[in-house]
């Protein structure tokens, strides 16, 4: 990952104590519990939320007009149940939601700092690594209102 030197500056000056914590959580109808990934060697329990320690990497998105607006994280293949789980409600047409959380750990407690919330369109898997790209939901190509108009709701169509 490439650092700007405006975060080289920040990281520079902050207190030696403060971690960021990169979370990662993998929901799907397809799945009875979500897979919730934190980025290091810990358990994280946050609240009733616990984050099995998991190898990923990621790159957020772009803050500019013409961007996409698209989140990529590559995860390590040495435990294959989170990629194959993926794989596996895409294959079936099961959405997967991607949701980034990032933590602040200081010396006496942990803050949330930030979360987006991202729909899984593609997966891609090589020896190494599988990359998953999440993108924003698209609300212009929802339709308004959200509602079903069938003779059971509404019997009197």
């Known amino acids: 990952m490439a650092v700007s030197p405006a975060l ?3 990281w520079a000056s902050g207190d030696a104590d403060v971690v960021l914590l990169d979370t990662i959580e993998l929901a799907s109808p397809a799945w009875t519990v979500p897979v919730r990934l934190v980025r290091g060697y810990e358990k994280l329990t ?3 939320l616990e984050f099995l320690p998991y190898a990923f990497e990621f790159t957020l998105p772009p803050i500019e007009a013409a961007a996409g607006g698209h989140l ?4 390590g293949n040495a435990d294959r149940a989170v ?5 596996s ?3 079936a047409d099961q959405p ?3 949701t980034y959380r990032q933590y602040i750990r200081g010396a006496q407690n942990l803050t949330f700092a930030m979360d987006l919330d991202l729909h899984v369109v593609d997966l891609t898997e090589s020896v190494e690594t599988s990359r998953v790209l999440a993108v924003f939901p698209n609300l212009v190509n929802e339709r308004f ?3 079903d108009y069938t003779t059971y709701r509404f019997p009197e169509l």
């Open 83 to 87: 990629p194959d789980a993926v794989d």
């Open 145 to 147: 209102p959200r509602l």
């Open 8 to 10: 080289k500056s920040v």
């Open 89 to 91: 409600a895409l294959d």
């Open 96 to 98: 997967v939601t991607l």
């Open 46 to 48: 946050v609240g009733a």
């Open 72 to 75: 990529e994280v590559i995860l």
